[in-house]
């Protein structure tokens, strides 16, 4: 199976994961076999935080348990990440806005920081350019900009 959340508590060999999907936390085990990669590349099961937003491919043990086979490194906290791509979807009442990046193809929720004050040009469809942190589970917008459109 896969599994994607963040990652809530790390006892010995059992993770605790807040996945979006699942009612309730899920409880996975890493083994010495367990693969840990973060950019597609591998690194030490240390590098796997507390709050860090994970990818786990794991499969299902005849006792009941799951063991990880894989687990990616998506976004560590405090991380600071840019995003560049065109905005699907914006709510400025709850600070949302949903963009589909250019550079991965894949759709990430940023929520705008309530100090900030949007550009005037900024809406549905406009081409961004987004200096986020991720923070307690969610990607924060520090800095907007509104890429020109090309003619």
Not at 32 to 51: I, M, W
Not at 126 to 148: G, Q
Request: hydrophobic fraction near 35%; charge should be neutral; proline fraction near 5%.
């Amino acid at each position: 199976g896969q599994s994607q959340g963040i990652l809530q508590k790390r006892e010995g060999d059992e993770l605790t994961i807040r996945d979006g999907i699942a009612p309730l936390p899920v409880r996975i085990r890493v083994t010495p076999t367990t693969k840990f990669l973060r950019d597609g590349r591998s690194v030490s099961a240390s590098a796997l935080v507390t709050g860090a937003l994970i990818s786990v491919n794991f499969a299902a043990q005849g006792n009941g348990h799951s063991v990880a086979r894989e687990i990616s490194i998506l976004a560590l906290p405090g991380t600071r990440y840019t995003f560049i791509g065109q905005v699907v979807h914006i709510d400025l009442r709850t600070g949302l806005l949903v963009l589909n990046s250019s550079i991965d193809h894949k759709t990430y929720e940023i929520y705008l920081n309530p100090q900030t004050t949007p550009d005037d040009n900024l809406h549905t469809g406009a081409n961004v350019t987004i200096m986020a942190n991720f923070e307690e589970s969610r990607y924060v917008a520090r800095s907007l900009s509104v890429n020109p459109e090309s003619k």
